[in-house]
């Protein structure tokens, strides 16, 4: 079992920043993957960036070079610091974590643990 809580939405202009935390706690010793999902309103849940235990990560396309995804194993935190901020980066921003063999994927499914979300607003 797995807890998972973010912080660190808001609202900001486009080409502003935001960094996203993600707490997690466990009575485990599994070596976690982490990610980040967002869903906008009226659209389906897609994988922003992933990060396993061993340093992989992935990207989605829409964020390669604007977003970084980072882990701090010893405070058990997952970062997302989102750069160059655009509109269609307006969602719920959410943390999962699976425990699985299959790397550092965007694919919800895989994800057996989540957040409850934190929202990012970018207007225009």
């Known amino acids: 079992q797995v807890q998972l809580v973010e912080s660190g939405g808001g609202s900001v202009q486009a080409g502003g920043s935001l960094r996203l935390s993600c707490a997690w706690t466990?009575?485990?010793?599994?070596?976690?993957?982490l990610a980040w999902f967002r869903q906008a309103p009226g659209k389906e849940r897609e994988g922003v960036a992933a990060?396993?235990?061993?340093?992989?990560?992935k990207y989605a396309d829409s964020v390669k070079g604007r977003f970084t995804i980072s882990r701090d194993n010893a405070k058990r935190i997952l970062y997302l610091q989102m750069d160059s901020l655009k509109p269609e980066d307006t969602a719920t921003y959410y943390c999962?974590?699976?425990?699985?063999?299959?790397?550092?994927?965007?694919?919800?499914?895989?994800?057996?643990?989540w957040g409850q979300g934190t929202q990012v607003a970018v207007s225009s």
């Open positions: 990060l396993d235990s061993d340093g992989s990560s």
């Open positions: 466990t009575q485990t010793y599994s070596n976690y993957c």
């Open positions: 999962a974590a699976h425990a699985r063999w299959v790397g550092p994927v965007l694919i919800s499914s895989e994800y057996a643990y």
